[in-house]
């Protein structure tokens, strides 16, 4: 692996990211209050923040799976998505949130919304942890925004460094 330990700094500790995650899932619960929620992780990234915040959803989940590569490397978005992984289940008419671990360009979410837009959901919802603005290419509406970061490379709780330090428990920028 690519060991690099000593350039790793602290940018949101485990305190104040799971304190952040608690009232997400507050303010979804009041959201979707009496109704069902359709989780749907993009693997592998948002596992370790869907798992958190789904613990502070308080009406009845159901979560599923997806897990999506963009074509061409890893760093740089091409916007077309390329599905490793399909959810198990139909959402047809069902609430569905997208967990996403970070939105960069957009590229990924907005062709996955309209992969999933088609399969007839009756709503359809974006969550991410992390949100780097400045990074925009695609517009994509977010509805629920852990943090805004500025335009740098992070990792942990979830998000990798060539496929290392997703389980840091807390995000971590890369010096
Ligand atoms: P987008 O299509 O450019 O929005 O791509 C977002 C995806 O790129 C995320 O789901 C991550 O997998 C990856 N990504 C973007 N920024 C970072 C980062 O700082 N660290 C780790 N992965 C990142
Ligand atoms: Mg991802």
Do not use: W
């Not at 992969?115 to 991410?128: F, H, Y």
């Amino acid at each position: 692996m690519n060991n690099i330990d000593d350039k790793i700094k602290i940018m949101i500790g485990q305190e104040e990211l799971e304190k952040r995650i608690a009232e997400m899932g507050e303010e979804i619960s009041r959201d979707y209050a009496g109704k069902e929620l359709h989780l749907i992780c993009i693997l592998k990234g948002g596992v370790m923040f869907m798992t958190e915040l789904s613990k502070h959803i308080t009406c009845h989940v159901s979560m599923d799976f997806m897990s999506v590569s963009s074509y061409g490397n890893e760093r740089k978005s091409s916007g077309r998505i390329r599905i490793l992984k399909d959810l198990d289940e139909p959402i047809e008419g069902r609430d569905v949130l997208i967990v996403e671990d970070i939105i960069d360009s957009g590229k990924t979410l907005a062709h996955l919304i309209e992969v999933l837009g088609v399969r007839k959901p009756n709503s359809i919802k974006l969550c991410t942890m992390l949100d780097k603005p400045d990074r925009r290419e695609v517009d994509v509406k977010v509805d629920y925004v852990g943090f805004q970061i500025p335009d740098k490379f992070v990792l942990g709780y979830g998000l990798d460094y060539d496929q290392f330090y997703r389980n840091i428990p807390y995000i971590a920028v890369v010096e």
